[in-house]
């Protein structure tokens, strides 16, 4: 009776070698999770400050905070300023091996299209290259790099153009504001040509088109 009911010394033998296998296939694959799951984690960290890093890039863009200042987006233009950023991030993420040209008819047509206004400054290829220069940053792994860059952009965007309101005795019959600027200030046109400048250095005249 005993002998029908008791394992012999193979059998024991073949059960602990089964449980050993099945626990060591446990503990693998809860470390592979564990590993999987840090990596999504650190990999959406790394995304997240690409995007920190294109939106330093373009809220520190005088352009396109003189086009939101002076309303060429509407009175959502601060919401496409911030639509700008998830869209530019996107194309990067969605095209591989991006040259700055590209990025730059991207972007362009983004101002055209949004803001209705033409960039002729020079500072577009500017823009672009430290959005490549971000990017290549992201994908190399050189967060702190990049850390640092997104902190010199956000210092410098401290430094906003700010509009004072116009005073003149003439009545011109143009929605005229004059922006100054401690340095160069861009000339932003809506598919106008580039807008005039004042004899005073250091101001510059934006028109909105009618």
Known sequence: MISNILFDQGEISSVSSLDSFCLIRIR??????????????????????????????????PVLQIAVDNGFGGVYGQQKADWMVDVVQQYFHDNAD???????????????????????????????????????????????????TI??????????????????????????????CESSVPSVSSRDPPPPRDEEAGWTVVRKKK
């Open 98 to 148: 991006l040259q700055q040209c590209e990025v730059e008819d991207f972007i362009a047509e983004l101002m055209d299209q949004e803001f209705d206004t033409v960039v002729d400054d020079g500072s577009l290829p500017q823009v672009c290259d430290s959005l490549v220069q971000a990017f290549s940053q992201w994908q190399q792994g050189a967060l702190e790099q990049l850390q640092q």
């Open 28 to 61: 693998f694959f809860t470390r592979l999770f564990e590993s999987v799951r840090s990596n999504m984690a650190a990999s959406n960290h790394s995304r997240e400050l690409f995007t920190a890093g294109v939106r330093a890039v373009l809220h520190s863009w």
């Open 151 to 180: 902190n010199t952009l956000t210092q410098k965007k401290s430094q906003r153009v700010t509009a004072p309101p116009t005073h003149s005795d003439e009545d011109s019959g143009d929605e005229t504001q004059v922006m100054e």
